[in-house]
């Protein structure tokens, strides 16, 4: 194990509640897409992880130290400031805000789900199709994706004690007439994995007839933090978990390509701005005016820099942070590379629609092509080889929980 691996997972966090991890106050929280009223449900969302962090603090005090909390000492950790919190949308500098990402109103108390285990839900094959050998094979393939998942959860995660916030289900929507959980991974078909439990819920007819604002910013579809303690424990032991993911280098070119190779009104002037004021040299004043230019270079150093100027964002964080799969039991584990396979195999075992597939089309940037494994080691050529092994180390986890093969030969 390289010493760059015990740097980011010697504590393997699946228990962190986000502020070891400098998961900085420009993460979106909405969806896989950004958009320019981010900043409002940002501050929500750190407040909310600092309130999380402080109870669990308390229900789990380390050895040797006082059982009862003083309040002094409460005082002396969290302040109470932020006297512009309802401040319009508008009148909020996302920029600033990573100023002051400790400054904090604590407004209310998390809700701790303590559980033993979630229950595999994953649908048996039906006696018509134990016969087809597709489907077999299919079926053979997620027992073996899950049970790789659970083994690396058995090997590395430090604590057996399982305990489910609001936080870590955060980005699970929720489809209750197929009883469907569905964890939003960015850059691995979420925009029409959105779509496809939308016409499942009876909200449109095809996936050709949702846009891609009524996506993301349409607020249709449920999520899972959003309800109760009783209804969030009822649906991760019920309903049919699951997930898809995406080869971890070439998500990240894809997210670049996205967010920062074409006008983004979020991501140039919170990101962009902070990238190339810390690590171009000699940067221009209409470069650091707007953010835009960001290179591929600029953007691993920041990645890799444990003092991000700006936060961690959920389009190239890491999968086992944005969907807790050692706390959560998924019974499906779908992959890009084989996303329209995986896809329509996972509508058949729920019973969907006969009509219903899984959508073929490019949401955003129709014209650019995909992001291939060429392309995205073109981009990762323009790397040092120290560079290459440390964006492998910072992903390890996840190269290793979902089973993809090191990108580059020179890897250890």
């Known amino acids: 194990m390289s010493c760059v691996f015990t740097k980011y997972y010697c504590n393997f966090p699946f228990l962190s509640l986000g502020i070891k991890y400098n998961r900085g106050p420009q993460q979106p929280k909405k969806d896989c897409t950004s958009s320019n009223n981010q900043d409002v449900r940002i501050r929500k969302n750190s407040v909310e992880a600092l309130a999380m962090e402080s109870q669990r603090r308390s229900l789990y005090p380390p050895v040797n130290a006082p059982t009862k909390v003083q309040s002094t000492d409460r005082k002396q950790n969290i302040m109470f400031v932020m006297k512009d919190y309802q401040k319009k949308d508008s009148e909020i500098n996302p920029i600033g805000l990573h100023k002051r990402r400790r400054r904090f109103v604590i407004k209310k108390s998390p809700i701790l789900i303590a559980m033993n285990s979630s229950s595999l839900n994953l649908p048996m094959l039906k006696s018509e199709d134990r016969n087809n050998n597709n489907w077999k094979s299919l079926y053979q393939i997620q027992r073996e994706r899950k049970r790789i998942m659970r083994d690396t959860c058995s090997k590395y995660k430090s604590n057996n004690r399982r305990i489910i916030t609001p936080y870590h289900v955060s980005r699970i929507f929720v489809e209750d007439k197929y009883r469907i959980l569905y964890c939003e991974v960015p850059k691995a078909g979420c925009s029409n994995w959105k779509r496809v439990l939308m016409v499942l819920n009876g909200l449109a007819s095809s996936t050709k007839d949702i846009q891609h604002n009524t996506v993301h910013y349409g607020n249709y579809l449920k999520r899972l933090d959003g309800f109760d303690r009783k209804g969030i424990y009822h649906r991760l032991n019920t309903y049919t978990k699951m997930l898809f993911i995406r080869e971890p280098f070439e998500k990240l070119v894809s997210a670049f390509r996205d967010k920062f190779e074409h006008p983004n009104n979020y991501y140039h002037p919170v990101f962009g701005k902070a990238i190339i004021s810390r690590y171009r040299v000699n940067a221009s004043k209409e470069a650091l005016r707007t953010g835009s230019g960001v290179k591929f270079k600029e953007f691993i150093q920041?990645?890799?820099?444990?003092?991000?100027?700006?936060?961690?964002?959920?389009?190239?964080?890491?999968?086992?942070?944005?969907?807790?799969?050692?706390?959560?039991?998924?019974?499906?584990?779908?992959?890009?590379?084989?996303?329209?396979?995986?896809?329509?195999?996972?509508?058949?075992?729920?019973?969907?629609?006969?009509?219903?597939?899984?959508?073929?089309?490019?949401?955003?940037?129709?014209?650019?092509?995909?992001?291939?494994?060429?392309?995205?080691?073109?981009?990762?050529?323009?790397?040092?080889?120290?560079?290459?092994?440390?964006?492998?180390?910072?992903?390890?986890?996840?190269?290793?929980?979902?089973?993809?093969?090191?990108?580059?030969?020179?890897?250890?």
């Not at 003092?307 to 050692?326: A, F, T």
């Not at 597939?357 to 650019?368: L, M, Q, Y």
């Not at 073109?378 to 080889?385: E, I, K, V």
């Open 302 to 412: 920041y990645l890799l820099d444990v003092h991000r100027p700006v936060g961690m964002d959920i389009h190239w964080d890491h999968v086992n942070r944005l969907c807790s799969p050692c706390l959560i039991d998924y019974d499906f584990v779908g992959k890009f590379e084989s996303m329209e396979e995986d896809a329509n195999f996972f509508l058949h075992l729920i019973g969907a629609p006969q009509n219903l597939t899984f959508p073929r089309f490019k949401d955003r940037h129709s014209n650019e092509e995909r992001t291939t494994t060429k392309i995205t080691q073109s981009y990762f050529a323009q790397l040092s080889p120290a560079q290459r092994q440390h964006s492998y180390d910072f992903y390890y986890m996840d190269y290793l929980m979902f089973n993809y093969s090191k990108p580059f030969e020179d890897l250890y």
